[in-house]
T-cell receptor
Framework: QQQVKQSPQSLIVQKGGISIINCAYENTAFDYFPWYQQFPGKGPALLIAIRPDVSEKKEGRFTISFNKSAKQFSLHIMDSQPGDSATYFCAAIPGVRRVNFGNEKLTFGTGTRLTIIP | DTGVSQDPRHKITKRGQNVTFRCDPISEHNRLYWYRQTLGQGPEFLTYFQNEAQLEKSRLLSDRFSAERPKGSFSTLEIQRTEQGDSAMYLC?????????????FGNGTRLTVT
């Protein structure tokens, strides 16, 4: 059962453009939403994360927008660069599991393959 | 910090054989996780350890799968009587309890192909 739905499956963006990836969830117990970036042959690496008490978080060119009432969140990559070409996964963790902010049992989305073209 | 190390990187085995993977977490991390990732999907949680104690196992972890972390350092994941459906990337991750900002640090995985 897919608890976190992610779209699109693949995305092609021109260099310098804005890449937008969307995720939606149904489990209202989720209360921590990280995004992971994965390059071919590598494990996922944490990119940026948000908690639902804020509607937006920005780190450099990466911004998470969060809509708690709609149970949706999205990743925006500004000024997209060829080095951003990778697969991006949204994820979620229920608060009841995060004893001491342990991060166990992440539920991942299905991933978005992002390609930035020159 | 040498990162999470997994061995082997690739494993090809015939159906019915047993395989064992090893994970060495970041040295000071006391939590260790196993995830499975199939092609075109996100990683799926399998199990996790806090020190040497296995605290949770997913329903995905059938009785053919067993994970250990005998001394609270490295971990092994064994699959007995492998099936073609076991073909996947097996990811190990570690984190530090009590660090509110500690993310999961993933290794580069072991890719298993069952023929």
């Amino acid at each position: 059962q897919q608890q976190v739905k992610q779209s699109p499956q693949s995305l092609i963006v021109q260099k310098g453009g804005i890449s937008i990836i969307n995720c939606a969830y149904e489990n209202t117990a989720f209360d921590y939403f990280p995004w992971y970036q994965q390059f071919p042959g590598k494990g996922p690496a944490l990119l940026i994360a948000i908690r639902p008490d804020v509607s937006e978080k920005k780190e450099g060119r990466f911004t998470i927008s969060f809509n708690k009432s709609a149970k949706q969140f999205s990743l925006h990559i500004m000024d997209s660069q060829p080095g951003d070409s990778a697969t991006y996964f949204c994820a979620a963790i229920p608060g009841v599991r995060r004893v001491n902010f342990g991060n166990e049992k992440l539920t991942f989305g299905t991933g978005t393959r992002l390609t930035i073209i020159p | 910090d040498t990162g999470v190390s997994q061995d082997p990187r690739h494993k090809i085995t015939k159906r019915g054989q047993n395989v064992t993977f090893r994970c060495d977490p970041i040295s000071e991390h006391n939590r260790l996780y196993w995830y499975r990732q199939t092609l075109g999907q996100g990683p799926e949680f399998l199990t996790y350890f806090q020190n040497e104690a296995q605290l949770e196992k997913s329903r995905l972890l059938s009785d053919r799968f067993s994970a250990e972390r005998p001394k609270g350092s490295f971990s092994t994941l064994e699959i007995q009587r492998t099936e073609q459906g076991d073909s996947a990337m097996y990811l190990c991750a570690s984190s530090l309890e009590m660090d509110i900002n500690s993310p999961l640090h993933f290794g580069n995985g072991t890719r298993l192909t069952v023929t």
